[in-house]
């Protein structure tokens, strides 16, 4: 089959489109850290372009390393996703994430920032909304557990780090189309894994027509 028609070969070309805008890279799935949901280098950078909460938390935990007061964030992160209520159920999620952060050791912690009413270079938030970065991950490997450890989602999107959509890729040209990356998503990745939970949409796309599910059942 020559490699236009090849579902790699799409799988190729989104990527590359995605990387040439200033506002996304290429990332690989050995960043990302599946135990803890996120891709830690990604973070880190957005992290520290938080001045005044990474200027805070440097004061608070004066004499450890920059490594280690990201680690701290993280478990944070990490505690806040798992917390649940009295009923089982989760109490946050990764939009709550997102939307609202949170804060650590009084130190408001951002995983996003939204557009700000001014384009003032000197404003803080309009600053870190400049250094919003997305990245683009092919070939992504969503869990450690045995049973599906294997398993790749095709593409995969990254807002700061914190995981946000998947893509499931099918090109007609091999005989496939959306229906069968629907079946996939349906058949062959377990709904109840913590971090395709954690996503926020899936997608099952071919060349023609894309559908999405905000849940896997």
């Known amino acids: 089959m020559p ?3 090849n579902e790699t070969y799409f799988e190729q070309t989104i990527a590359a489109y995605l990387a040439q805008s200033p506002l996304y890279m290429q990332r690989t799935p050995h960043d990302f850290d ?14 520290k372009a938080q001045t005044v909460t990474w200027n805070r938390l440097t004061r608070v935990n004066a004499g450890k390393s920059e490594q280690q007061i990201v680690d701290l964030v993280v478990r944070e992160y990490v505690k806040f996703l798992n917390r649940i209520d009295n009923h089982g159920n989760k109490v946050n999620s990764v ?12 130190a408001k912690i951002r995983f996003l920032q939204h557009k700000p009413m001014t384009e003032d270079p000197q404003d803080e938030n309009y600053r870190l909304y400049l250094a919003n ?4 991950v092919r070939q992504f490997r ?3 557990e045995p049973a ?25 040209n091999t005989g496939q189309d959306f229906q069968d990356a629907i079946t996939q998503y349906r058949t062959d990745r377990n709904p109840n894994n913590k971090l395709l939970q954690s996503f ?4 099952a796309m071919d060349t023609q027509l894309v ?7």
């Open 200 to 203: 926020l949409v899936h997608f």
């Open 133 to 136: 970065r997305f990245a683009v």
């Open 3 to 5: 490699e236009a028609l």
């Open 148 to 172: 599906d450890s294997g398993n790749e989602i095709d593409l995969v999107i990254l807002c700061n780090g914190v995981p946000v959509f998947t893509f499931e890729l099918k090109n007609e």
């Open 34 to 47: 599946i135990e803890n949901m996120i891709d830690r280098g990604m973070f880190a950078d957005f992290l």
């Open 211 to 217: 559908f999405m599910t905000t849940k896997l059942k």
């Open 142 to 144: 969503y869990s450690l």
């Open 95 to 106: 939009l709550e994430v997102l939307t609202k952060g949170f804060s650590v050791m009084g």
